[in-house]
């Protein structure tokens, strides 16, 4: 099978279902930053000092997983086809918010905006968190002018809090000082 169709040659692509869009469709735009959001997940699962833990790389990869299927509810309009997809992991906010309460305990007081940076997968961690929030201004743009199914836009809110938390713990756990913003006046 080859990989190219060069039915996109023309500047649009296929949603599932086959409504073709230009690719620069805003439904494009949003499930688009999932995907990269996706990619970046994945930069982090391989990261040294964070891939050591594989409970963590466990659960980054079930959240990987919840990604894709955010996207693809995002590339599909067609209902009869939609009825097919994984259903929106909507039990996993809670689950995202009990994994933070928990790291959170055992964290110092945040005080003060906090410079990403200090260890590549902190770095990681905070690519992570400004993509879920582009994905998630991508999804609010989207659902001005067309249907956004339930349950994405708490699900991409929570994660976005998930890598801010999870750059936190693995600045104890790799024992790296924080970095925290200090403006000049």
Same mark, same amino acid.
């Given at each position: 099978?080859?990989?190219?169709?060069? =039915?996109?040659?023309?500047?649009?692509?296929?949603?599932?279902?086959?409504?073709?869009?230009?690719?620069?469709?805003?439904?494009?735009?949003?499930?688009?930053?999932?995907?990269?959001? %996706?990619?970046?997940?994945?930069?982090?699962?391989?990261?040294?000092?964070? %891939?050591?833990?594989?409970?963590? *790389?466990?659960?980054?990869?079930?959240?990987?997983?919840? *990604?894709? =299927?955010?996207?693809?509810?995002?590339?599909?309009?067609?209902?009869?086809?939609?009825?097919?997809?994984?259903?929106? #992991?909507?039990?996993?906010?809670?689950?995202?918010?009990?994994?933070?309460?928990?790291?959170?305990?055992?964290?110092?007081?945040?005080?003060?905006?906090?410079? #990403?940076?200090?260890?590549?997968?902190?770095?990681?961690?905070?690519?992570?968190?400004? =993509?879920?929030?582009?994905?998630?201004?991508? *999804?609010?743009?989207?659902?001005?002018?067309?249907? *956004?199914?339930?349950?994405?836009?708490?699900?991409?809110?929570?994660?976005?809090?998930?890598?801010?938390?999870?750059?936190?713990?693995?600045?104890?756990?790799?024992?790296?000082?924080?970095?925290?913003?200090?403006?000049? %006046?």
């Amino acid at each position: 099978m080859r990989i190219y169709t060069r =039915t996109g040659d023309d500047g649009t692509t296929s949603l599932f279902g086959g409504q073709r869009l230009n690719k620069d469709d805003m439904r494009i735009e949003a499930y688009g930053t999932l995907d990269e959001l %996706n990619a970046a997940m994945g930069t982090l699962c391989s990261t040294d000092g964070f %891939n050591a833990d594989s409970k963590g *790389v466990e659960w980054l990869q079930k959240l990987q997983s919840d *990604v894709f =299927t955010l996207g693809s509810h995002l590339a599909t309009t067609d209902e009869a086809m939609a009825k097919h997809l994984p259903k929106i #992991p909507e039990q996993r906010v809670q689950e995202m918010e009990a994994w933070m309460d928990e790291v959170n305990q055992a964290l110092p007081e945040l005080k003060n905006f906090l410079l #990403p940076g200090g260890h590549p997968a902190i770095s990681a961690c905070h690519v992570c968190r400004v =993509t879920c929030r582009r994905a998630e201004r991508r *999804v609010i743009t989207l659902g001005r002018h067309a249907d *956004v199914p339930d349950g994405i836009l708490p699900y991409l809110n929570r994660l976005s809090d998930v890598f801010f938390m999870w750059s936190r713990h693995l600045h104890m756990e790799l024992n790296v000082d924080e970095i925290p913003w200090k403006s000049d %006046n």
